[in-house]
Each structure stands twice: as structure tokens, then as C-alpha cells.
């Protein structure tokens, strides 16, 4: 599987090659700081954004100077000025940096349309001709071509720079093995299997505490997107006649299921109220949930490790296993992946040194350095495990001098580095976390079904960015949609799900929905060459693995 085809030996060597490169990097001066002879250089001087999460202790410093940026710049070739961005307002305050002539050098940022836009204004720069001051960036576009595919814009020159991603699921069900045991059920197949299995989980005291008092799943927050992922009801879909038209019929047949689940009480029925999901994680971890369906995985060693072990404080005998995607009547798909190719950065139309600018990528993305922003340095954050992989020494430590570092490498790509991924989190050594490991490499198998389908067009980020006035469009069209489906599932027998996308039809329609549909398909037949869609996703992930 993804992340254990390094032998320990291999393994090892890595490893004591980065230590001896981290070592040599530990001199107080850099070899860039010197030239040839021995004469001190100047270094160039560049400004970079990086997210202000507000997680940062006051003891550690601030975004643009702390223990790390000190690190930075010791032994990066450049000069860096980190500029600090609220993660929460990164757009609106880079956009008036662009307008005002301050924004910096090199721009951080996990949002596609604003990377669109400025690209549409002319702001970016084109990337071909300083590429040969990457070369680790080059070597990944040798490696990855998808990465030039994404990152290149309709002129058709390369403007972003991006990472490859580890090939997980964003999310995976997970069922209760031991109460299908109990009520001598299999892990069902199909939604009809799966339709049953919960009525049982309901009705059969799985428990065994005498009361009706567990649900079958979840559907509040993000959860009921992984119902949709079982139906296809992603909004946009390629027909037969290879156009772009809206999923209706795959979201009726999402909209029924999701209606069956509320009116049968086969899940929590106050679920609008759970806004942030907090009330079914709650429920799981306390053993009331048969399947429970989380939001985006972000840790996988939480899922898989930590939330286990809380749940058997409650349930010793839980036992816990991840649900492939039941096939639906609209087919077989998996659910969403983590974006495989992710672009992030762009580099400024107007920065003076742009040679230097690159250097720093190159900086950045190089595996001992990459290492060293990711895990901290071994010896006092990480220490070599018996698997050869780096174990933390102390979390409380991590916590306070590390782990809110991550953004400054939020470019780099982790696959690349067998020390960094996220498989090396579980000592093997302890079985709860050998058990999350299996877990995580089961969940990975489920990509690996050539019948199953991507459920959407795309992921998210790789969507065309609509204009300002269609998204204005959609955005209102979207909440009242939204508001319909809401009534189709919990409206009773008086207002049926036909009926509910019915009126979602004629909101679309009225709404100017018509417009957006124009858009797509001019979008799809200029770039269907260049897109990056779920078919491709795919293919990506499956070749990881």
C-alpha cells in the first residue's frame, strides 16, 4: 500500500542521510550567506503571505518572526519578510493589497477563484521562464505532469505552483462490526442492504440495554454529502453526449434515501439543529450510532486511533471497521478524495526579483528542509522509531513550538518524503494504532475499485470559477434549493421528494440557474482538453497507490 514500499533499510538511510544534511544545515552561517571565495554575499530580499491562524503562543512570536522563520532565514538563499494573512479574511485583505501595489512577492493561498481572478487582472506571473531556478519543483512537473496541467492558465503558460497530496479518502463511513455480529448481519452492499441494516441497528437493541435509544447514521453538518456521494447528486455531471447538465435525477434518488432515513427515524431528527456536527460525533463516541458518517478527515490517525479508544472507554467490546461506499441505483462511486493535485501559490506580476522568489520555493521543497518545518528538529521534537519512522517525543511540546508552523511549506509536496506521510503517525508497535493503520489501508483499498466512479465532475477546487454576477446568481438560487431539499426531507407524505426537486428545477430555472449551465458548457468545450475532472482524479490516486 501507499507509503510502505521502503524497505528498513531504505528507510534508515534516508533517514540518516536528512539527519546528516539537518547537521550540516546547523552551522550558524549558510552556504549561500558565502560565496566561493569565502566572501560574503548580500542576499536578495522577498516578501511572502503566510496564514495567521491565531494559534501561535506569545512566547513563540508572531507570523513574521518566530523560532521557525528564524530558521528560515538563516539558511534559505533569500531574505524573507513573512506578511500575515487572517486565515479567515486571506482573500478580502490580499485583494486590497493587490489594489493598493503592496501585495507580496509570492501569495499563499488555498482558494482557486482568487487565484482565477488574478490571474484575469493580469497580476501573476508567468513561471516557464524561472523554472530553472526550482529544480525540485522541476523534477515534480517531470514526475507529475498533472501538476503543469493544473497550474497553467488558458494562454496556456504555467502560473501556479502546487503539491501533490497524500491518496486518501476525505471521508469514510464507518459501521459497527460487533452489533452486525450480534444481529447476524453482513456489511451491506447496496443502499437497500444498507436501508435494512440500519432499520436493525434501531429497532434490535444492538446495545442490548433494553431501550430504543440508538440511531442507524447521521445526516447533520457536512454527512449528508456522503449520502450524495452514493447517488452521484453532486450537482454537475458529463452526459452521455459528453455536455455538462445538472445531476436532478441523481439527487431524487439521494433526496428519497435521505427521506426514508428521517421519516423511519433511523436518524437523529433534530439533525438542522446539529449545525457544526458536534451532537452525532457525540452520539458515536458515546456507542449510539451503527454507522457513523464523519465530516472531511483531516487525521486520520483521530479517526482511526483516538476515537476508537474513547468510544471503548464507553464500549469496551466496540469494534469499529470502515464502510466501503454501498452501490446505489445510480451506480457505483467512491466518495470525495483529497484534492490529489492542489495548487497554492502564485507569484507576483509585479515582484522585483522573481529569480529569487523561486530560489525560495526551491528552498522550501527541498526533503530535508521540508522535514524539518513538518516534524521539528530530531532529538528535541522527534526521535527515529524501530520502524525507521519519526515518532513525536512530546506532543505538549509539538503543540506549543510546532504544529501551528505547517503554512510556511504548505507547498510542499508530502508523498514525496517516505519520512513525512501520514501512515509514519502509527507505531505498529501498539495494537490500537497497528488496528488504525489497517484501517487506514482498507479505507485505501476502496479507491481501488475500477467500477467505482468519482461522484462529482470535480473536486471543488479544480471547478471553473464563475464570474462575480453568476456567482451571485448561484449563490442565491443555492440557499433556496438548499432550503427546499430541507422540506422534501422532512415535509412528510403532503410534499414528496419529486416534488422537491421539482421546485428545485423551477427555482434553478427562475433563478437564472440557465445562465450558469451556458457558462459550464463554454468552459468544458475551451478547456476539456486541459480540466482536471474526476475521471483524472482518479487515475492520479489509483497510480499512487
Not at 523554472?131 to 498533472?146: F, I, N, R, S
Not at 452486525?180 to 437493541?205: H, M, N, S, Y
Not at 444492538?206 to 449528508?224: A, L, R, V
Not at 468544458?524 to 475521471?535: D, P, R, T, V
Request: net charge negative; glycine share 6%.
Amino acid at each position: 500500500m501507499f507509503g510502505q514500499t521502503f524497505t528498513p533499510r531504505m528507510k534508515f538511510a534516508l533517514a540518516l542521510g536528512l539527519s546528516a544534511v539537518m547537521a550540516a544545515g546547523a552551522v550558524g552561517c549558510s552556504q549561500a550567506e558565502t560565496g566561493s571565495k569565502g566572501k560574503s554575499e548580500k542576499k536578495a530580499t522577498i516578501t511572502v503571505s503566510n496564514y495567521d491562524r491565531g494559534n501561535i503562543p506569545a512566547a513563540e512570536g508572531t507570523v513574521e518572526e518566530n523560532r521557525w522563520t528564524k530558521w528560515i532565514n538563516e539558511r534559505s538563499p533569500v531574505t524573507v519578510k513573512f506578511v500575515p494573512v487572517a486565515r479567515a479574511e486571506a482573500v478580502r485583505k490580499l485583494n486590497v493589497m493587490f489594489a493598493s501595489g503592496s501585495a507580496p512577492d509570492i501569495v499563499n493561498d488555498y482558494d482557486t477563484g482568487f487565484r482565477n481572478s488574478l490571474y484575469q487582472q493580469k497580476q501573476l506571473l508567468p513561471l516557464d521562464d524561472y523554472l530553472q531556478y526550482a529544480p525540485e519543483y522541476q523534477k515534480l512537473l517531470e514526475k507529475y505532469p498533472q501538476l503543469r496541467k493544473v497550474g497553467t492558465k488558458p494562454d496556456g503558460k504555467l502560473y501556479e505552483i502546487g503539491k501533490i497530496n497524500e491518496p486518501h479518502l476525505q471521508s469514510v463511513a464507518f459501521i459497527r462490526m460487533d452489533w452486525l455480529k450480534k444481529l447476524g448481519l453482513e456489511v451491506p452492499r447496496t443502499t437497500d442492504e444498507l436501508l435494512d441494516v440500519l432499520r436493525a441497528f434501531v429497532e434490535q437493541d444492538p446495545d442490548g440495554n433494553g431501550k430504543k435509544d440508538t440511531y442507524g447514521t447521521n445526516m447533520s453538518y457536512t454527512s449528508g454529502g456522503m449520502i450524495d456521494s452514493m447517488f452521484g447528486s453532486y450537482g454537475w455531471k458529463l452526459s452521455d453526449d459528453d455536455t455538462i447538465v445538472r445531476t436532478w435525477d441523481n439527487t431524487l434518488e439521494s433526496l428519497k434515501f435521505k427521506k426514508t432515513l428521517f421519516e423511519e427515524g433511523l436518524i437523529d431528527k433534530d439533525y438542522l439543529a446539529d449545525k457544526n456536527g458536534a451532537k452525532a460525533k457525540q452520539d458515536y463516541l458515546n456507542g449510539k450510532i451503527g454507522v457513523f458518517l464523519p465530516p472531511a478527515i483531516t487525521n486520520w490517525f483521530e479517526n482511526t486511533v483516538t476515537d476508537i479508544q474513547t468510544l471503548r472507554k464507553v464500549v469496551p467490546e466496540a469494534e469499529i471497521a470502515p464502510m466501503e461506499q454501498p452501490r446505489s441505483s445510480m451506480g457505483q462511486f467512491v466518495h470525495h478524495v483529497v484534492n490529489p493535485v492542489q495548487m497554492t501559490t502564485v507569484i507576483n506580476a509585479a515582484a522585483k526579483d522573481p529569480k529569487a522568489a523561486m530560489e525560495y520555493i526551491n528552498f522550501i521543497i527541498k526533503p530535508e528542509n521540508a522535514l524539518i518545518l513538518k516534524k521539528g528538529i530530531e532529538g528535541e521534537h522527534w526521535r527515529e522509531g524501530e520502524d525507521g519512522f519519526p515518532k513525536v517525543i512530546d506532543p505538549e511540546k509539538n503543540a506549543k513550538e510546532l504544529d501551528w508552523a505547517m503554512d510556511y511549506s504548505m507547498f510542499y509536496s508530502i508523498p514525496e518524503n517516505p519520512l513525512l506521510i501520514s501512515t509514519t503517525a502509527f507505531d505498529v508497535s501498539d495494537p490500537d494504532q497497528k488496528a488504525g493503520l489497517e484501517m487506514l489501508n482498507k479505507a485505501d483499498e476502496f479507491l481501488l475499485n475500477p467500477e467505482a466512479q468519482y461522484p462529482a465532475l470535480s473536486h471543488y477546487e479544480h471547478m471553473p470559477s464563475l464570474p462575480s454576477e453568476l456567482v451571485v446568481i448561484n449563490t442565491n438560487i443555492d440557499k433556496e434549493i438548499q432550503d427546499i431539499y430541507a422540506k422534501g426531507i422532512i415535509g412528510g407524505a403532503q410534499y414528496t421528494a419529486e416534488q422537491a426537486v421539482a421546485d428545485a428545477k423551477a427555482a434553478w430555472e427562475k433563478g437564472g440557474g440557465k445562465q450558469i449551465e451556458e457558462f459550464m458548457n463554454t468552459w468544458y468545450k475551451e478547456n476539456k482538453e486541459i480540466a482536471f475532472l474526476g475521471k483524472d482524479i482518479l487515475e492520479l490516486v489509483r497510480s499512487q497507490h
